[in-house]
């Protein structure tokens, strides 16, 4: 038998069961590892080279062949899930990579695994529901989409990407959903490249349909599947060119337009807007790198008051820049930068501005507390945790000036790891708050994971809490829930007198807002009375 390369097989050996060499019929040239436990087969028994394909159920051989197409000697594609049995029979689930290598291009090589080997994210488990699945499939997605383009002119010259929305009117239940997902995957590149990005709506990358060849309507296909009727767009990656790092930061965000229903956007309407939006998108994203190539942007502070003593605590550092075209809010501009995925870049530039002000206001005698907001986009990142934890700790004598504001938390997807970070950036010293609770995902489970100073309760319940009652039962349970968990608490959004009353009254420690003072370029202590 010949030896199967070098460095295929060392890999092979790390996550594998079982390494296949095939011909380009899928016939088994080569086998390493548990050949007969796994596949049920002995290799090398006869001269016909065994088809791996007649192995498979029928749904594996579509994803095994269609993905193989799109091998190039350059690229790697798994993890697939497959079931692998004796002429179909006995059907065990493995996990498959794939690739062909450059020296061998008349090869494919296959590396099978028991899911379990690659621990749960490797292999997609269990579907969850709900928001949180779908910002898990987001993030993955476009991971994916980013290490499948990104200078990489082959794939882009030979992919599409596809937008898929429900036409009007149309309601999904999560059984149409995961049925649309799964039938999106199974014309995906390698079975594993679509997801769904809202409760309706959904993307997959696919080969570009060969020359000559009839255009798949998937809306008819998917009409003819699942009995649903579906709007599609298919852009062309080499037409948005993906393999561009703005351009693809620009097709991310304008996916997310898509993906969130409240932005309107709708499938053909990004086909017909797609060349527009992207251009549109991608001079934004370079408007943004040049706001933090040439640190154009300034800060503003507004004061964060003791209700009881009414005393000025801290400050919160709160952004403004330039808005570029289309871009309506300093708000919107922030959630761009995250989409966008310059977030953790940006979150670094505002800390270090910070430090230097305090720095400053150190020299000149008074250095207040300041707090910075870090997206939980960013704080998501690993390498932006390492280089913010080794930041505080290079700043250590700043800990009773310096703290840090969780903004987005929606966008944390592993709170165990971020819930370690805390633990090291309060054990330096530093004082964590959690920003916006209430709000979207910013919710209880994060406060049991998470352990945090502060809460900032969203302005959303305090808003109307003079005339809600809902309201107000919502904000004396968050407070109570804090006091037992000896969580301060912060009200934002205090407009009038009313409210901060309100809001002392009911044991809020500080509260922020209008009623107090507006962002300003000035550290401002308000004179409060109340
Ligand atoms: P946030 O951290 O919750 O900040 C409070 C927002 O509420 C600020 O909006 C502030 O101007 C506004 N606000 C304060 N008091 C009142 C009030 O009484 N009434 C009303 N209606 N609004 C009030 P701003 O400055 O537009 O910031 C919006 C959001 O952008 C922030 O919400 C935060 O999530 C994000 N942000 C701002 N600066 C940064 C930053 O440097 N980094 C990151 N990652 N996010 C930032
Ligand atoms: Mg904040
Ligand atoms: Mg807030």
């Known amino acids: 038998m010949n030896k199967v390369p070098g460095r295929f097989l060392g890999y092979a050996f790390c996550v594998g069961d079982l390494l296949l060499e095939l011909d380009l019929d899928f016939g088994i040239m080569n086998a390493d590892g548990a050949v007969r436990s796994t596949l049920g087969i002995q290799v090398g028994a006869d001269d016909d080279p065994c088809d791996f394909l007649s192995l498979l159920t029928e749904r594996g051989r579509g994803i095994i062949q269609a993905s193989a197409k799109t091998l190039t000697g350059a690229n790697r594609l798994g993890p697939f899930n497959i079931h692998v049995g004796e002429n179909g029979s006995a059907k065990e689930q493995y996990v498959v990579f794939m690739a062909?290598?450059?020296?061998?291009?008349?090869?494919?090589?296959?590396?099978?695994?028991?899911?379990?080997?690659?621990?749960?994210?490797?292999?997609?488990?269990?579907?969850?529901?709900?928001?949180?699945?779908?910002?898990?499939?987001?993030?993955?997605?476009?991971?994916?989409?980013?290490?499948?383009?990104?200078?990489?002119?082959?794939?882009?010259?030979?992919?599409?990407?596809?937008?898929?929305?429900?036409?009007?009117?149309?309601?999904?239940?999560?059984?149409?959903?995961?049925?649309?997902?799964?039938?999106?995957?199974?014309?995906?590149?390698?079975?594993?490249?679509?997801?769904?990005?809202?409760?309706?709506?959904?993307?997959?990358?696919?080969?570009?349909?060969?020359?000559?060849?009839?255009?798949?309507?998937?809306?008819?296909?998917?009409?003819?599947?699942?009995?649903?009727?579906?709007?599609?767009?298919?852009?062309?990656?080499?037409?948005?060119?993906?393999?561009?790092?703005?351009?693809?930061?620009?097709?991310?965000?304008?996916?997310?337009?898509?993906?969130?229903?409240?932005?309107?956007?709708?499938?053909?309407?990004?086909?017909?807007?797609?060349?527009?939006?992207?251009g549109e998108n991608t001079e934004r994203v370079a408007a943004f790198r040049d706001v933090l190539e040439n640190g154009s942007f300034t800060l503003v502070y507004q004061p964060i008051v003791h209700l009881k003593k009414g005393t000025t605590h801290h400050f919160e550092a709160l952004t403004r820049f330039d808005l570029p075209s289309m871009i309506n809010s300093q708000w919107e501009m922030i959630r761009f930068a995250e989409d966008v995925g310059l977030i953790p870049e940006f979150d670094t530039a505002v800390m270090n501005r910070t430090i230097q002000k305090?720095?400053?206001?150190?020299?000149?005698?008074?250095?207040?507390?300041?707090?910075?907001?870090?997206?939980?986009?960013?704080?998501?990142?690993?390498?932006?945790?390492?280089?913010?934890?080794s930041v505080l700790k290079g700043n250590k004598d700043l800990k009773a000036h310096l703290a840090i504001e969780i903004t987005e938390s929606a966008q944390i997807h592993d709170l165990d790891t971020l819930g370690d970070a805390l633990k090291e950036i309060r054990a330096v010293g530093f004082k964590v708050y959690l920003d916006d609770f209430g709000a979207g995902a910013a919710g209880f489970q994060y406060l049991k994971k998470l352990k945090v100073d502060a809460l900032k309760i969203d302005g959303d319940y305090i808003r109307d809490a003079i005339t809600n009652k809902e309201d107000r039962a919502y904000l004396r349970s968050m407070v109570t829930l804090c006091q037992d968990l000896g969580i301060v608490?912060?009200?934002?959004?205090?407009?009038?007198?009313?409210?901060?009353?309100?809001?002392?009254?009911?044991?809020?420690?500080?509260?922020?807002?209008?009623?107090?003072?507006?962002?300003?370029?000035?550290?401002?202590?308000?004179?409060?009375?109340?």
């Not at 912060?490 to 420690?509: C, F, P, Q, S, Y």
């Open 100 to 278: 062909k290598l450059p020296h061998a291009p008349n090869r494919y090589y296959f590396v099978l695994s028991k899911p379990y080997r690659l621990g749960t994210n490797s292999a997609k488990s269990e579907p969850t529901t709900g928001p949180v699945r779908i910002e898990e499939n987001k993030t993955e997605f476009f991971s994916r989409l980013e290490g499948l383009f990104e200078g990489n002119a082959e794939a882009e010259e030979n992919m599409q990407v596809t937008f898929v929305g429900a036409a009007e009117g149309e309601v999904l239940d999560g059984r149409q959903q995961q049925e649309i997902e799964d039938y999106l995957n199974s014309f995906s590149l390698g079975g594993n490249h679509a997801a769904m990005l809202g409760d309706d709506r959904f993307a997959f990358v696919h080969e570009k349909d060969a020359d000559g060849a009839k255009k798949v309507d998937f809306a008819t296909e998917i009409k003819k599947a699942t009995g649903i009727q579906i709007d599609a767009a298919t852009v062309d990656a080499a037409e948005a060119k993906l393999s561009d790092q703005d351009s693809m930061r620009a097709m991310v965000f304008s996916l997310q337009q898509f993906a969130r229903k409240s932005e309107g956007y709708n499938a053909s309407e990004i086909e017909d807007k797609c060349a527009t939006l992207i």
């Open 358 to 389: 305090l720095r400053e206001l150190q020299r000149a005698g008074a250095a207040p507390g300041i707090a910075v907001n870090v997206s939980g986009r960013s704080l998501s990142d690993a390498e932006f945790l390492l280089d913010l934890v």
């Open 489 to 530: 608490t912060v009200g934002e959004w205090i407009e009038t007198k009313e409210h901060a009353v309100l809001l002392r009254d009911m044991g809020v420690d500080y509260g922020q807002g209008y009623y107090f003072g507006k962002p300003s370029a000035g550290l401002i202590v308000p004179r409060v009375n109340f």
